[in-house]
């Protein structure tokens, strides 16, 4: 008589792992679902705070956060980062000439180079590559520094004191980043720019003239300020999260480290998203 087979033994020990891993693979779904909408909603608080703050000292005159202090600060983002920002985008400059030369000069139209890298640096690339070193130089050191200040228990001797942090430490901070990361995208447009005038004339034999010229023609007002408009925006999340990260900071100085990554991971995937988002809705209204 033939044996009547029967079921694997392992059977439901597979079954009993496949349900276990997906209710891990569900668990870890949620807790980073959760660590997402507490990390947003840590930073519209924090936004409200600074507003709040703003509104009170510059247009109540109800509170001051030190004018020195945010001297200070736009010191330490903005001028010492000029450097960095004119060698990057001078670079970018040089390398989108030479590669687009060799398929303009396929169509005859060599000198549009101009056109391109005119446009490109002044809607696209300068607040966009301003803000991601910007958030490197500048973002990962405020994120360090409000982090030792928690972990040195200074956040806990200003609230003792009944000072906020946030009108002392983000404000001025939160501030000096939104107005210097304007005015580094404006010289970035200058640079980069220049940077492709020195590679059509010098490399790609390309009229000095007639490269202002085109340039002239192919920047209109619109650029411009669409390029601009963008560096405000990229600021207040540079600003918003290294001091989220910062104040957040617990672990001693692993935490700091930690923190300092994360505020440079953030800050480039936050400025990339808001880029798409800000360039759809130009697209999208003619701009």
Request: aromatic residues 6%.
């Amino acid at each position: 008589m033939s044996e009547i087979p029967t079921k694997p033994d392992y059977a439901p020990s597979l079954a009993i792992t496949a349900v276990e891993n997906i209710g891990r693979a569900t668990l870890g779904l949620g807790r980073s679902s959760l660590g997402v909408i507490e990390f947003v909603g840590g930073m519209i608080c924090l936004l409200g705070d600074t507003l709040r703050w703003i509104w009170r000292a510059a247009i109540l005159r109800e509170a001051r956060f030190g004018f020195s202090h945010l001297l200070a600060q736009m010191v330490r983002v903005g001028i010492r980062s000029i450097p960095i920002i004119c060698l990057v985008q001078v670079f970018i400059g040089i390398i989108l000439s030479l590669q687009m030369a060799p398929t303009m000069k396929t169509y005859g139209q060599l000198e549009q180079i101009a056109t391109i890298v005119a446009i490109a640096m002044t809607r696209e690339l300068a607040p966009l590559l301003s803000g991601i070193v910007l958030s490197g130089f500048a973002g990962a050191a405020i994120a360090a520094e409000l982090g030792t200040m928690v972990e040195s228990e200074e956040i806990k001797a200003l609230r003792a004191c009944a000072l906020d942090p946030v009108r002392f430490l983000v404000v001025p901070r939160f501030l000096a980043t939104v107005i210097m990361l304007a005015v580094l995208t404006v010289i970035a447009d200058v640079v980069g720019i220049f940077g492709g005038f020195l590679t059509g004339t010098v490399i790609l034999d390309i009229g000095s003239d007639a490269y202002i010229n085109t340039t002239r023609i192919a920047i209109t007002h619109k650029d411009f300020l669409s390029g601009v408009a963008k560096a405000p925006l990229f600021g207040m999340l540079i600003a918003l999260i290294a001091c989220h990260e910062g104040l957040s900071v617990s672990g001693g100085a692993e935490g700091v480290g930690r923190a300092t990554t994360n505020t440079v991971v953030k800050c480039i995937v936050a400025l990339i998203t808001a880029d798409v988002i800000a360039t759809s809705l130009l697209y999208a209204f003619g701009l």
